[in-house]
């Protein structure tokens, strides 16, 4: 049951984001031709992001005990890896991702999903999902909150003091 939950919120979620869309998106306004010289750097930079996504996925289902998905949330705060540099390396995961689909298929209905779901997030983060951890983790969250920054990684690690 737990590999199903953790399935079907990857299934619902990133891929949807960085799949389902991208490819109904192309099927509205297919992209021109392909190039390698553009191809590369794309794939270079999902890959990047893939990597961070996957390891983000992992600290949920081992540390938090829960998965990416709102109705099923880590139970314990993460604050482990790339957590202790940046609150929200998923969303920092799935960009590059974004971006380098634009890039990779020279795209600009791929870029401007990226830059709609950049702002999305950039809005509903500090809106509706912060005051949610704090208040599902109370003053360990607040503290995390003052410590490691939203969006641009810390150069070092932040260690919690409860770790």
């Given at each position: 049951m737990t590999v199903l939950r953790h399935i079907l919120s990857i299934l619902l979620l990133p891929v949807t984001v960085t799949l389902v869309v991208p490819y109904v998106l192309l099927s509205l306004r297919p992209f021109s031709s392909l190039s390698l010289a553009a191809a590369f750097p794309g794939a270079g930079v999902?890959?990047?992001g893939l990597a961070?996504?996957?390891?983000?996925?992992r600290y949920f289902a081992t540390l938090g005990r829960g998965?990416?998905?709102p109705w099923d949330p880590p139970k314990h705060l993460v604050v482990a890896g790339?957590?202790?540099h940046v609150r929200?390396?998923?969303?920092?995961g799935v960009m590059p991702i974004l971006f380098g689909e634009a890039l990779g298929l020279r795209s600009v209905p791929l870029l401007e999903w990226a830059l709609g779901f950049l702002a999305l997030n950039m809005t509903y983060i500090p809106l509706l999902e912060e005051p949610m951890l704090e208040g599902r983790f109370g003053d360990e969250y607040r503290q995390y909150k003052r410590h490691v920054p939203r969006w641009v990684p810390r150069r070092t690690a932040w260690v919690p003091p409860w770790a």
């Open positions: 999902i890959l990047c961070l996504v996957f390891v983000t996925i998965t990416l998905a790339v957590y202790r929200n390396p998923m969303i920092s």
